[in-house]
């Protein structure tokens, strides 16, 4: 059974930071590709980050650009997010999927439950 888990969120007011971790097991296939996505109230689900399983490739939104970074640590997927904006507000996902999937929330087919982030301005 494939369990995707996320953790870190919280409440940080505006200009702070935050680091969300992943962790992935049960997947049939090798080094899955990783995303983090999110999704605010009324919103839909947006891609944040993704990364190939070596960190080869990776990409960010424009708007999460200088500001958030993923790495991965052992078998953890982290987001490392500074400079927090209260538009960053919403709740994220980590999802996985197989070596080249773009990074797109249609396109993953595995994800976890979330864990939401709040920013104060």
């Known amino acids: 059974q494939v369990q995707v888990a996320e953790s870190g969120g919280g409440l940080v007011q505006a200009g702070g930071s935050l680091r969300l971790s992943c962790t992935s097991s049960?997947?049939?296939?090798?080094?899955?590709?990783m995303g983090w996505f999110r999704q605010a109230p009324g919103k839909p689900r947006e891609g944040v980050s993704c990364?190939?399983?070596?960190?080869?490739r990776a990409y960010y939104a424009d708007y999460v650009k200088g500001r958030f970074a993923m790495f991965r640590d052992n078998n953890t997927l982290n987001l490392q997010m500074n400079s927090l904006k209260p538009e960053d507000t919403a709740m994220y996902y980590c999802?996985?999927?197989?070596?080249?999937?773009?990074?797109?929330?249609?396109?993953?087919?595995?994800w976890g439950q979330g864990t939401q982030v709040t920013v104060s301005s």
């Open positions: 999802a996985a999927d197989r070596p080249g999937t773009w990074c797109s929330p249609s396109q993953y087919k595995f």
């Open positions: 049960g997947l049939t296939f090798d080094n899955p590709e």
């Open positions: 990364m190939s399983w070596d960190g080869r």
